[in-house]
C-alpha cells in the first residue's frame, strides 16, 4: 500500500470516526435532556422529548449504518459484494467473510432493533424492525443500478415527524403511492422509488414516509448509491 494510499485511507477513517463521534455525543446530550423533562415535566412533554429522543436513536444508527458500508466501500468491497446475512441467518459463518456487512471480520455492523416504544405496527408480513439490502434503484441516485437502502419499518407518526422535522424542517409525511414494503423492503414485488411513486421524496436520500393510506410509516436512508 502506497504512503498516498495510506495517508487518504487513515483520513477517510478518520473522518468517519468524527461523524460517529458527533452522532454519540448528540444521542447522549438528548438522552440527558429527556431525563430531566422526565422528572419535571407532564405526560405529553415526556411523550414529546421520548419521540425527539427515538427519532435521533433512529438517525442515528443510520448514520453509522452508512458509515460502515462506505469504509468497506473504500477498502474494495463493490457494492455488487456486499452480503446482508445476519448472525441469526443461515450461511453467515461461511467463509469469505470480508464483505459481509454483519461479520467481525467483514463490516463489524451490530444488528439493531427498533425499541418498542417507536413501533407502530399494522402487519406483521413483514414486522416491524430495521431492514437492510441491495433491492431496487432510487431513481435520484447517480445511476439506474440498485442501491442499498436501510429501513427503519413501521415505525410511530410521532417519531417519523420528528425525523422529518430533523431532515426537512417539517412533520410533513410525504405518502408512497402503495405498500411500503415494495419500495422500501427486499420483498417477492420489489418497485423502485421513483418520482411517480412518491414526488415529495425527489432528491432526499433520507426521510419519513408513510404508505399511501397514512396508516403506517417508515424512515428510509439510501447508504450507497450509483
Known amino acids: 500500500m502506497s504512503n498516498k494510499f495510506q495517508e ?19 444521542f447522549a446530550g438528548l438522552s440527558f435532556t429527556l431525563s430531566r423533562q422526565s422528572r419535571n415535566s407532564g405526560t405529553s412533554e ?11 436513536q433512529l438517525i442515528t444508527h443510520a448514520s453509522q449504518v452508512k458509515s460502515i458500508i462506505e469504509q468497506m466501500s473504500f477498502t474494495g468491497s463493490n457494492i455488487d459484494d456486499l452480503i446482508f446475512t445476519k448472525p441469526s441467518e443461515a450461511g453467515f459463518s461461511n467463509a469469505p467473510y470480508i464483505h459481509k456487512v454483519y461479520h467481525p471480520q467483514g463490516g463489524g455492523l451490530t444488528a439493531a432493533t427498533i425499541p418498542a416504544q417507536a413501533i407502530y405496527q399494522i402487519s406483521s408480513t413483514p414486522p416491524a424492525g430495521w431492514y437492510l439490502d441491495r433491492f431496487n434503484n432510487v431513481e435520484w441516485t447517480k445511476t439506474a443500478g440498485t442501491d442499498v437502502m436501510l429501513t427503519a419499518y413501521q415505525i410511530s407518526r410521532a417519531v417519523c415527524e420528528k425525523i422529518n422535522k430533523k431532515i426537512i424542517g417539517s412533520i410533513s409525511i410525504p405518502a408512497l403511492s402503495g405498500d411500503m414494503s ?7 414485488s420489489n418497485s423502485d422509488l421513483t418520482i411517480a411513486s412518491c414526488a415529495a421524496c425527489e432528491g432526499y436520500i433520507s426521510l419519513c414516509v408513510s404508505n399511501n393510506t397514512a396508516t403506517a410509516y417508515s424512515f428510509y436512508s439510501v447508504i450507497l448509491d450509483r
Open 46 to 56: 415526556i411523550d414529546d422529548a421520548k419521540a425527539e429522543l427515538y427519532a435521533m
Open 182 to 188: 415494495e419500495f422500501l423492503l427486499n420483498t417477492a
Open 8 to 26: 487518504k485511507y487513515n483520513n477517510a477513517q478518520g473522518n468517519a470516526l468524527i461523524y460517529v463521534l458527533i452522532a454519540i455525543a448528540l
